[in-house]
Structures are given as C-alpha cells and as structure tokens.
C-alpha cells in the first residue's frame, strides 16, 4: 500500500468550466487556466511541476462554488490525492478559497 504524501499547493486559476464530479457527490470537476501556483510553505508541493500546458482540472466542492461565474478568479489551496487527483481543500481556513467575479 502506497502512503500519501502530505502535500499542498497555491493556487490562482480563472473559472473555464465545470460539472458535477464523476465520483464524489456534492463536487464539481472543474477546468481552469492556471495563473499562478505556488508552494505552501511546510508541506510538499506536487501539483505545480505537473502543469504542463496552462490547463487544470479539479475537484472542488459545489458549495464553495454557490453563485460563482464562469471568468471568475479563484485562489484556492489544493493537494494531490493518491488516486492522482487533485482536489482543493474541501474546508478552507478563512481566507484560503477567495473568489474575484469578472
């Protein structure tokens, strides 16, 4: 059995689309541009040498996207799960998932 990584990684990325996730209720899969990324200080940073073309898909959970529009910026912390997903922090802390509208 593989042990996961306790790993976690900054992220600002504008809203291009997104549907409800494939295997988790009450998540969205959703695709972004990624503007920036960055490591969290303290933990592993396996998400950013990933990026290879400006795309990303993720899993977010619908209740943080209520009301938010496509174009919008979102900064947000997200880590790679060991099924090779990447999913944002389900509960962030105040401050950690902030959303600009366009």
């Known amino acids: 059995m593989v042990q996961a990584v306790e790993n976690l990684t900054a992220l600002t990325l504008r809203l291009l689309s997104r549907t409800a996730h494939p295997r988790l209720d009450e998540w969205d899969l959703v695709t972004c541009q990624v503007l920036a990324s960055r490591p969290v200080p303290g933990v592993a940073d396996l998400i950013s040498a990933g990026i290879t073309d400006s795309r990303l898909s993720l899993g977010i959970r619908r209740e943080l996207l209520q009301d938010v529009m496509l174009g919008a910026t979102l900064h947000l912390r ?12 389900p509960h962030p802390a105040t401050g950690d998932f902030r959303v600009e509208q366009p």
């Open 78 to 89: 997200a880590r790679l799960g060991s099924s090779g997903d990447i999913l944002a922090e």
